[in-house]
T-cell receptor
Framework: AQSVTQPDIHITVSEGASLELRCNYS??????LFWYVQSPGQGLQLLLK??????LVQGIKGFEAEFKRSQSSFNLRKPSVHWSDAAEYFC??????????FGTGTRLLVSP | DVKVTQSSRYLVKRTGEKVFLECVQDMDHENMFWYRQDPGLGLRLIYF???????EKGDIPEGYSVSREKKERFSLILESASTNQTSMYLC?????????????FGPGTRLTVL
């Protein structure tokens, strides 16, 4: 069965420091992969997605993610974190019939 | 821009009440989804619908039902609300011919069952 693992429940990063959020997936075929962000009290907003082609994908708000098939990973990165990036981040894999399977999320805290 | 709206941001109900959560999308999407979100569990799929009057069970359908009478509207129904249904409920939609699985989400309804 398809699954997504986000091993970090919480991460705290200093403002201006770099960020990497981990995501590992389990899926039999070539996956569609997504990162969504949820600000407090809000719905989910798509940050970026990978379907095929270049394994380094760029998203909104300065985020990027790299697909590594050999490691079944799709880690999210940002070179310099801003206080407004504090939110919960969800990795997801697309399955058949346009469904998504989500990870349990990583809550990012940004310290001054 | 795709817009997905949900009828309430916050809702408080009592155990045993029948609860309706409404979701409306304005982009003529065929496919719609209902998730619940709980801390440490992420988003879990309750039901989804591929077309009017069609519905499919997701991973956790027990205690829920859905209705899709019009293409733009997908309702989640709690026939007899229980305290373990206290949660954040998120609706999403996607066009049938989308090249991928990018779903568009509403703002969520935080339901508390007392």
């Amino acid at each position: 069965a398809q699954s997504v693992t986000q091993p970090d429940i919480h991460i705290t990063v200093s403002e201006g420091a770099s960020l990497e959020l981990r995501c590992n997936y389990s899926y039999g075929a070539t996956p569609y992969l997504f990162w969504y962000v949820q600000s407090p009290g809000q719905g989910l907003q798509l940050l970026l997605k990978y379907f095929s082609g270049d394994t380094l994908v760029q998203g909104i708000k300065g985020f990027e993610a790299e697909f590594k098939r050999s490691q079944s990973s799709f880690n999210l990165r940002k070179p310099s974190v801003h206080w407004s990036d504090a939110a919960e981040y969800f990795c997801a894999v697309g399955t058949g019939f346009q469904k998504l399977v989500f990870g349990t999320g990583t809550r990012l805290l940004v310290s001054p | 821009d795709v817009k997905v709206t949900q009828s309430s941001r916050y809702l408080v109900k009592r155990t045993g009440e029948k609860v309706f959560l409404e979701c409306v999308q304005d982009m003529d999407h065929e496919n719609m989804f209902w998730y619940r979100q709980d801390p440490g569990l992420g988003l879990r799929l309750i039901y989804f619908s591929y077309d009017v009057k069609m519905k499919e069970k997701g991973d956790i359908p027990e205690g829920y039902s859905v209705s899709r009478e019009k293409k733009e509207r997908f309702s989640l129904i709690l026939e007899s609300a229980s305290t373990n249904q206290t949660s954040m409920y998120l609706c999403a939609s996607i066009p049938k011919l989308s090249s991928g699985n990018e779903q568009f989400f509403g703002p969520g309804t935080r339901l508390t069952v007392l």
